[in-house]
């Protein structure tokens, strides 16, 4: 099978990041031995999550509108969402499922190409519906549900060893993850005729 040119762009990103970031086959093992124990802990942070995101208007106001893959009844106004509106009930599955991928899948092609189709789904130019979510939302975003994930895996009561070994590999997995985002924002994946030095991490 003939890759396109983006999908090779992807998967040498990737492997590149993840050799700068020595991000092990231990440290995903790691996390993968624990995904099914952290799936509770996933579903406490999806409410936190859509709780905090539901409290501002700058984010609440991307939920009154068309979204990726839903059929269902859109808010014509901020006031109509609920938790209990079937876009939102939509949008935590979603997310759940994005999180229980990412803790879980093993580091193939396909798992790369999921990485970037996260990135797409929230720009217009890339892939999104209609609109563009703000950049500095998404890494916000990042930032309140890091501090949480730590919080859950303490509450597994795994070795310190172990603990500090899946801490490393879930940052360094969320890491990748919001430069997968962020290129779709600044362009970071160049033409095909930029030469070898498209790839460098500097």
Not at 38 to 47: A, G, S, W
Not at 65 to 76: D, H, I
Not at 149 to 174: D, P, W, Y
Request: proline share 5%.
């Amino acid at each position: 099978m003939v890759r396109d040119s983006s999908d090779q762009e992807h998967l040498e990103k990737f492997r590149q990041l993840r050799n700068f970031l020595e991000l092990s086959d231990s440290e995903i093992q790691a996390v993968h031995e624990i995904s099914e124990r952290l799936e509770p802990v996933l579903n406490r942070l999806i409410e936190d999550v859509y709780e905090h995101l539901t409290e501002q208007d700058c984010t609440l106001r991307h939920f009154a509108r068309p979204q990726n893959s839903y059929t269902g009844p859109v808010p014509k106004t901020i006031e109509e969402i609920t938790p209990d509106h079937p876009l939102m009930k939509f949008r935590k599955q979603a997310t759940l499922r994005y999180l229980i991928s990412l803790i879980s899948r093993p580091l193939n092609e396909p798992f790369i190409q999921y990485l970037n189709w996260v990135g797409m789904i929230h720009h217009a130019k890339a892939g999104a519906t209609r609109f563009t979510v703000p950049v500095v939302q998404l890494e916000a975003l990042m930032g309140f549900i890091m501090p949480r994930l730590t919080a859950g895996i303490g509450e597994l009561k795994l070795s310190r060893h172990r603990e500090e070994k899946v801490m490393r590999g879930l940052q360094k997995l969320l890491w990748i993850q919001n430069e997968f985002i962020l290129m779709h924002y600044h362009g970071s994946i160049p033409s095909e005729d930029s030469g070898k030095a498209r790839h460098d991490l500097g």
